[in-house]
């Protein structure tokens, strides 16, 4: 089993929401950064958005500012991200993963622990 199990992909509309969620095999989230990367087809892969576990610090791309919020329920030992007025610039396989650097960032190379990712699309 992965380390990370992403989970909530699927077909929305543009304009829509979706909630995914990720959840750890064996790792405690809370002291780990936790970040969602996206890859869209032809793509590279890019960060989305992390949360930081010593300070809870976020980082969001600019191009998800305002719509994309990242959560973090310790007693379920999940990290959320819930996507507003999505659109067709955000169809693509979402990875969650984990890492321990000082704080969280968009850059992959920092995460040790990866899920296998959902797939989200956008479509009328």
């Known amino acids: 089993q992965p380390p990370l199990v992403e989970s909530g992909g699927g077909l929305v509309q543009p304009g829509g929401s979706l909630r995914l969620s990720c959840t750890p095999s064996f790792l405690t989230l809370e002291y780990y950064n936790t970040g969602w990367f996206r890859q869209a087809p032809g793509k590279e892969r890019e960060g989305v958005s992390c949360i930081s576990a010593n300070d809870g610090g976020i980082f969001y791309a600019d191009s998800v500012k305002g719509r994309f919020t990242i959560s973090r329920d310790g007693a379920k030992n999940t990290v959320y991200l819930q996507m507003n007025r999505v659109t067709p610039e955000d169809i693509g396989v979402y990875y969650c993963?984990?890492?321990?650097?000082?704080?969280?960032?968009?850059?992959?190379?920092?995460?040790?622990?990866w899920g296998q990712g959902t797939q989200v699309n956008v479509s009328a």
């Open positions: 993963a984990a890492g321990t650097t000082i704080r969280c960032s968009g850059q992959a190379r920092e995460y040790d622990y």
